[in-house]
């Protein structure tokens, strides 16, 4: 039985959890409170991330605590997180201000593409351990184009043609995100037949390569992904990550167990706009009495309660699920789907609760309710979480 103390550092609903992640999730609850917190209160309502001057220390700070290259296996340097804990941890550190795209404001370093850790021993020394020792920014993910990216092995039209030592690459890729300010990036290219899932390779391309250019896409909410353009842009053979033809495969492994993740952080993001609504309830009088007197207003708390404790059980189901080795294929879509979902309609009603001050950049609200939205649709959408489920029930 955990202690009291153990017991309040846990999100409702997570009596399961073993000790060492209650432990972590302390660990990074205190953190937040005590340097990420304080620390935005520094920044524009809509900073997309801390300065470096103010992120560096963050940063020192949290690798001292071992908050470092979570993600990362740790034959490779980093971490070496179970999913379980990477679900843990993402879903305390997006509780801030910018947690939807930068959990704890960016203080726990960089993780590579895990497309890289099928690299050669020289493209992960070369490309991936800088980041991971801290000593380069993100890298991007390219897969996405305009013809769809829910379903990518035959959406992908950006085709490479080998000629001798390298691969000349052409097509557009969008809503790829990091690619403004990242050195390097793996993009996803047919080198075979359109529509085949075996004519997709995966090549590692340099900010720098004549015929690529990056363009931010303004979207609704404040950290813009770009849009990469490439053109007669030579890549060496060198750079292709795995054999030809097997990039969807590589990448598969990634995109399921993205969903996972991408789940968690907008869970944590509605568990803190629901204390928060509890708590200006409880404070807010109206027509004679507290808004937390008012039926209307309980249910609509109770509801959120409820759909958050579902949502992160079926979070958490999934991690354990993939932490055991399982097919979590259709875990990953229930998880995405029902996280991202619950959280936004969890939101909504908080941004009700609290009136105009809901929709006042006086309070994070605002914000979070447009970079919710806009995780409804990352990691592919709402509408294809729900296809994948009913394949899987219909197979």
Not at 63 to 82: F, H, I, K, M, V
Not at 207 to 219: F, K, N, Q
Not at 253 to 265: N, P
Not at 282 to 304: H, N, T
Request: charged content about 25%; proline content about 5%; some cysteine.
């Amino acid at each position: 039985m955990p202690t009291t103390d153990e017991a309040d550092a846990l999100p409702t609903g997570a009596w399961e959890l073993p000790e060492e992640f209650r432990l972590l999730v302390q660990t990074v609850r205190q953190f937040m409170e005590s340097e990420v917190r304080p620390l935005e209160d520094a920044l524009d309502h809509d900073a997309a991330g801390p300065p470096p001057g103010l992120l560096a220390p963050l940063q020192e700070k949290a690798r001292a605590l071992g908050l470092w290259a979570l993600q990362t296996p740790a034959e490779y340097g980093g971490a070496g997180l179970s999913m379980l804990g990477q679900v843990v941890v993402a879903e305390e550190a997006a509780k801030c201000r910018m947690g939807a795209f930068f959990p704890a404001a960016g203080a726990f370093g960089g993780n590579p593409p895990s497309v890289m850790y099928q690299a050669t021993p020289e493209q992960f020394e070369r490309y991936a351990r800088p980041i991971i020792e801290g000593k380069a920014g993100k890298a991007y993910t390219a897969i996405s184009e305009s013809s769809g990216g829910s379903d990518p092995a035959r959406a992908i039209r950006c085709r490479a043609e080998r000629q001798g030592d390298h691969y000349v690459l052409n097509g557009t890729k969008l809503w790829t995100s990091h690619a403004a300010t990242a050195d390097w990036g793996v993009i996803y290219a047919r080198t075979g037949e359109q529509g085949q899932r075996d004519a997709i390779s995966c090549f590692i391309v340099e900010r720098d390569t004549p015929g690529l250019s990056i363009v931010p896409i303004g979207v609704m909410n404040s950290f813009s992904p770009s849009q990469l353009h490439l053109e007669n842009a030579r890549v060496p053979v060198a750079n292709r990550v795995g054999e030809e033809g097997a990039g969807f495969q590589l990448a598969s492994d990634f995109l399921v167990r993205g969903r996972i993740l991408y789940a968690a952080g907008p869970i944590g993001i509605a568990q803190l706009a629901l204390e928060m609504a509890v708590d200006w309830a409880k404070e807010r009088e109206v027509f004679g009495s507290r808004l937390a007197d008012k039926q209307g207003i309980q249910w609509m708390l109770a509801d959120s309660e409820i759909e958050l404790r579902a949502a992160r059980l079926l979070t958490y189901q999934a991690a354990w699920n993939a932490d055991l080795g399982r097919d979590v294929r259709v875990d990953a879509s229930v998880a995405k789907l029902y996280g991202t979902e619950t959280a936004f309609r969890v939101l909504d009603r908080c941004v009700q609760i609290f009136g105009a001050l809901g929709l006042s950049q006086e309070m994070p609200l605002e914000r979070w309710f447009r970079d919710l939205r806009v995780k409804r649709l990352g990691e592919g959408a709402t509408e294809v979480q729900r296809m994948v489920v009913a394949r899987d029930l219909l197979r």
